[in-house]
């Protein structure tokens, strides 16, 4: 894969895909396009599974200490914390739909999330 999530590149539809600890490094704009090109390559049933530390309200400045895991998330940098409002912003501009799963004993907190096609 490439830091421009080109998908495409495997010339293949997909019926499953996870990213597991990736959204975490990412910055919301970085999502939003692994979302656009994840859409690309999803079959019409598709299902796109991604893990992120979720924080209680969008653009949530304050560092949040995650446990399981004792790992503290900042809103700006590195490893990254986001509300699930904010991920359902990136779904909608991808076109695709989100649910939160929520917790599925990840040794660090993060939560589960499932994208599917919208429509």
Same mark, same amino acid.
């Given at each position: 894969?490439?830091?421009?999530?080109?998908?495409?590149?495997?010339?293949?539809?997909?019926?499953?895909?996870?990213? !597991?600890?990736?959204?975490?490094? !990412?910055?919301?704009?970085?999502?939003?396009?692994?979302?656009?090109?994840?859409?690309?390559?999803?079959?019409?049933?598709?299902?796109?599974?991604?893990?992120?530390?979720?924080?209680?309200?969008?653009?949530? !400045?304050?560092?949040?200490?995650?446990?399981?895991?004792?790992?503290?998330?900042?809103?700006?940098?590195?490893?990254?914390?986001?509300?699930?409002?904010?991920?359902?912003?990136?779904?909608?501009?991808?076109?695709?739909?989100?649910?939160?799963?929520?917790?599925?004993?990840?040794?660090?907190?993060?939560?589960?999330?499932?994208?599917?096609?919208?429509?």
């Amino acid at each position: 894969m490439n830091d421009q999530f080109e998908f495409s590149s495997f010339n293949t539809q997909f019926d499953y895909a996870l990213a !597991l600890s990736v959204f975490t490094h !990412l910055y919301l704009n970085h999502i939003q396009r692994c979302l656009v090109e994840m859409k690309k390559v999803l079959k019409p049933n598709g299902v796109f599974f991604a893990t992120f530390f979720q924080s209680p309200l969008p653009a949530y !400045l304050p560092d949040l200490h995650h446990t399981p895991g004792q790992v503290t998330t900042h809103y700006d940098h590195d490893p990254f914390h986001y509300s699930f409002v904010e991920m359902q912003m990136t779904a909608v501009h991808a076109d695709l739909a989100v649910e939160l799963i929520g917790e599925f004993d990840h040794p660090r907190g993060q939560k589960m999330l499932r994208f599917t096609h919208a429509g």
